[in-house]
């Protein structure tokens, strides 16, 4: 990059002649002889805005031709001369500017101010330069020329050029200058006119008032939708329960199911209370209540349905004459409610119905209907353990029966009793042999002398030979048959076994009766009772319809099925929309 010479005293041009010197010198009357015409002392620091912006400034600084402003060096200078006076007159200006601490902002502002005028500057220091040359304040937000009033005008401000004076400035400054206003002339901008700060804060105002008038709309349609599907619902329902329901009486009662006392004498049952020992009960007598079979029998003793199907019963809770036992079930189970409680084995029954006495007298008949299930459900459960266990009993007494007979027959059949005719014949075998051993120790001891008496010796021989005979003969009679009859071992082995049935058959009896009586100390046990602490009366006051709950909670549900359907609505508008 090359950098232009600079020098404090120098010569600037050249020796004026003619017209031109004469021009030259009334236009800078007060230029010394080595002052050049932009040679002119810049203001000071503090002051260099102010004098930039002011009339004076601007009749002082005559405009450049932007031809002339971004015209090349001459190439006929000289060595230790600048290009021209203009050069050095703007690079002194560029200083000044440099020297007023000019922000970022302001120098971009400056910069698209010399745009939009269709100035090319080469800095952003250079655009205020040439928009000051121009006359035009870069920082002004309006970006408009300052007026320029002549001295002798009310309304003007003083120091002022007047028209003599802005006749001999440049014609590029008189063309950017405000003209004198004449009288009569319509030239003057229109009052109506407004800046463009206004134009946009009266469009965002215009927005704005476009957005609350779309509010408005969709809040009155949000209220509307809401009053078709939530207010004018909710107060039908609230007109329905506080001037038409028809007024219903509650009869209230309370009854337990306990078991006979001595429950608890035997084994685990002593550990169990009463209420856990009888919820099965209490749980089977809920249900009865709140079956069919229930509301028949009542409607038979009491006429359920009759008196539910009269007119002065508004319509929404009245039977019709001919209806149907599904629907008189229906309004029964609306109108009984039973609940058990089984951490103190309490149920609790509460009856509805258009008067209070028949509320009493329904509530009643329930309790009657309870405490025959009651019996007849003990009833049944010792009744069918007293069947097994006399069922046991008798069988048992059969078999003994039967195993008696059998011992009986066999010793009728063996007329002796082959038991002690085999311990006899086993008494004799064991002596017999006791003194065959003797004859046989004795037969030794003669054989063992040298010369044995031979006498002896065959005596000795005949006795062994005639107790062996003996020996097998009453074992043969033991234990094999003679004549076509078993053998005596047979015949007690048989004995043995019917005696061992009859002793098990005398068991089985002996258990069957104490089953049999502990049976019937059960059945005893098992009796259940119904005991109603708190008894049906009838009211004096009607504690339905709950008109204030009711309308709350048909508020509730209608509000909370329109949020479900707007929701549901909202997400598939949303999912067809994308």
Do not use: C
């Not at 230029?31 to 805005?49: E, K, L, S, Y």
């Not at 969709?218 to 619902?233: H, Q, S």
């Not at 058959?505 to 059945?523: I, R």
Request: proline share 6%.
């Amino acid at each position: 990059m090359t950098t232009k010479p600079k020098a404090r005293k120098f010569r600037i041009r050249r020796t004026p002649t003619g017209a031109g010197a004469a021009a030259e010198q009334t236009e800078h009357p007060a230029d010394g002889p080595d002052q050049g015409a932009g040679d002119a002392a810049p203001p000071p620091a503090g002051d260099a805005r102010r004098a930039a912006v002011t009339p004076q400034t601007l009749v002082r600084q005559p405009a450049l031709d932007p031809a002339q402003q971004d015209s090349p060096p001459r190439t006929g200078a000289q060595t230790g001369e600048v290009a021209s006076a203009r050069e050095t007159r703007a690079e002194t200006d560029i200083d000044a500017i440099r020297k007023e601490g000019l922000t970022g902002r302001q120098l971009r502002m400056a910069r698209r101010v010399a745009q939009k005028h269709g100035i090319a500057p080469i800095s952003d220091f250079d655009a205020v330069r040439q928009l000051r040359l121009r006359g035009i304040d870069p920082f002004q937000r309006s970006t408009m020329l300052e007026l320029v009033v002549p001295k002798g005008d009310e309304g003007g401000k003083g120091g002022g050029p007047s028209d003599g004076e802005t006749a001999n400035l440049p014609a590029g400054i008189k063309s950017n200058l405000p003209q004198t206003v004449r009288p009569g002339k319509t030239t003057l901008p229109s009052t109506e006119t407004t800046s463009p700060a206004d134009r946009r804060a009266a469009e965002i105002m215009d927005i704005q008032r476009d957005i609350a008038r779309r509010r408005r709309k969709r809040l009155g349609l949000l209220f509307t939708r809401l009053a078709a599907f939530v207010f004018l619902p909710t107060i039908l329902a609230g007109w329905y329960y506080f001037v038409m329901a028809t007024p219903m009486y509650s009869t209230k009662t309370e009854f337990l199911i306990l078991q006979a006392d001595g429950a608890g004498g035997s084994g685990f049952g002593g550990f169990l209370p009463t209420q856990y020992a009888t919820s099965q009960d209490s749980i089977a007598v809920q249900s009865y209540l709140q079956s069919k079979d229930a509301m028949q029998r009542l409607d038979s003793e009491m006429g359920y349905k009759a008196h539910f199907s009269q007119d002065w019963i508004d319509p929404i809770q009245r039977l019709s004459p001919d209806a149907s036992n599904e629907k008189a079930y229906k309004l029964y189970k609306k109108n009984i409610k039973i609940g058990y409680d089984p951490t103190e084995g309490v149920v609790r029954m509460e009856v509805i119905a258009a008067d209070p006495k028949t509320s009493a007298d329904f509530a009643s008949h329930l309790i009657t209907f309870a405490e025959e299930r009651v019996d007849e459900l003990s009833r049944q459960k010792r009744d069918d353990a007293m069947r097994s266990a006399s069922e046991s009993l008798q069988k048992a007494k059969a078999e003994r029966r039967e195993a008696q007979e059998a011992l009986v027959k066999l010793q009728e059949t063996q007329g002796v009793d082959p038991t002690e005719q085999l311990a006899m014949l086993r008494q004799q075998i064991g002596q017999y042999e006791i003194q065959l051993q003797e004859k046989q120790l004795q037969l030794q001891a003669l054989l063992d002398n040298a010369r044995p008496n031979r006498a002896k010796v065959d005596g000795t021989k005949g006795d062994i030979r005639r107790l062996e005979n003996l020996l097998e003969r009453l074992n043969s009679d033991m234990s094999q048959a003679q004549s076509g009859n078993d053998s005596l071992a047979a015949r007690a082995a048989r004995i043995e076994m019917a005696k061992a049935d009859l002793a098990t058959a005398d068991l089985f009896l002996q258990s069957a009766l104490q089953n049999e009586k502990q049976t019937a100390l059960e059945a005893n046990r098992q009796v259940r009772y119904l005991t109603v602490p708190v008894r049906p009366i009838a009211a004096d006051a009607p504690a339905y319809p709950r008109a204030f709950e009711n309308t709350l909670l048909a508020f509730l549900i209608f509000a909370g099925i329109y949020l479900m359907v707007s929701l549901t609505s909202s997400i598939l508008r949303e999912q067809v929309s994308s």
